[in-house]
C-alpha cells in the first residue's frame, strides 16, 4: 500500500499541519461520539487531542525521543504526558465556560 493512501493530508498540507489537523479530527469524531450518547453538545476531547497534537509537534521539533529506554518507563512518559494535557485541558476549561 502506498504511503500517501496511508497519511493523505501529508499529500496536501506541511507534516506538522497535517498530524495537528488527525489530532483534532480525532478529537472531534470522540466529541461527537459523546455528544450523541449524552444528547448534548460536548466540546472536551478536541481541545485536549489538540494539545496532545501539540505536544507531539514540540517533542519532535525539539528530538525529543526515549526509545532505549524500557517498555515500563516509556508507557510511564506517555501516561504522564496524557495526564498532564488532560489535566490542562480541564484549567482551561474552567476559564472558558
Given at each position: 500500500?502506498?504511503?500517501?493512501v496511508?497519511?493523505?493530508?501529508?499529500?496536501?498540507?506541511p507534516?506538522s499541519?497535517?498530524?495537528?489537523?488527525?489530532?483534532?479530527?480525532?478529537?472531534?469524531?470522540?466529541?461527537?461520539?459523546?455528544?450523541?450518547?449524552?444528547?448534548?453538545?460536548?466540546?472536551?476531547?478536541?481541545?485536549?487531542?489538540?494539545?496532545?497534537?501539540?505536544?507531539?509537534?514540540?517533542?519532535?521539533?525539539?528530538?525529543?525521543?526515549?526509545?532505549?529506554?524500557?517498555?515500563?518507563?516509556?508507557a510511564?512518559?506517555?501516561?504522564?504526558?496524557?495526564?498532564?494535557?488532560?489535566?490542562?485541558?480541564y484549567?482551561?476549561?474552567?476559564?472558558?465556560?
Amino acid at each position: 500500500m502506498s504511503r500517501n493512501v496511508m497519511r493523505p493530508l501529508r499529500v496536501f498540507l506541511p507534516a506538522s499541519l497535517a498530524i495537528l489537523i488527525t489530532f483534532l479530527i480525532s478529537g472531534a469524531l470522540h466529541d461527537l461520539a459523546v455528544s450523541l450518547v449524552k444528547w448534548q453538545v460536548t466540546v472536551f476531547f478536541t481541545p485536549w487531542f489538540g494539545l496532545m497534537g501539540l505536544i507531539v509537534l514540540a517533542s519532535s521539533k525539539l528530538a525529543v525521543s526515549y526509545g532505549n529506554y524500557s517498555w515500563l518507563t516509556r508507557a510511564t512518559i506517555n501516561a504522564f504526558i496524557i495526564g498532564i494535557s488532560l489535566y490542562s485541558t480541564y484549567v482551561i476549561e474552567k476559564f472558558y465556560i
